[in-house]
């Protein structure tokens, strides 16, 4: 009988899990907030069922509820979006895996930072 060695293993670390959540939390947005927002601004507005005023708009836009809305509709979608690319082009069999990383989430990143700037932009 050999005598058993015990290796000492060490964990990886892995950034997956915070690609997951946001790819989790834009499903989410796509499937629940999204349609509602596409109701509001693409229907309900132009068919004047609901009358809303400029400063109204501008308002509650730029109050907490519309960074909800920025983050709820731009932000974790793009990063939705981003995840799928990335994963799809790897089913693809496309190498330079770290590069695509870099490039799918960078641009949701961009997007996200613009979005948000173009809020904090308002606000003030």
Not at 44 to 71: D, K, M, R
Not at 82 to 87: E, P, Y
Not at 107 to 121: H, N, Q, R, T, Y
């Amino acid at each position: 009988m050999k005598p058993t060695t015990h290796k000492k293993s060490v964990l990886k670390t892995s950034d997956e899990p915070l690609w997951w959540a946001l790819f989790s939390g834009g499903g989410v947005c796509f499937a629940l907030f999204l349609p509602a927002i596409i109701l509001f601004f693409g229907l309900f507005l132009p068919l004047g069922l609901i009358e809303i005023g400029y400063q109204t708009a501008h308002n509650w836009l730029f109050s907490i509820w519309g960074l909800l809305v920025v983050g709820a509709g731009v932000v974790l979608p793009a990063f939705h979006a981003a995840h799928r690319i990335r994963h799809g082009l790897q089913d693809l069999k496309v190498q330079r895996h770290g590069r695509i990383k870099m490039i799918c989430y960078g641009l949701a990143a961009l997007l996200s930072v613009l979005a948000l700037g173009i809020w904090l932009l308002g606000v003030w």
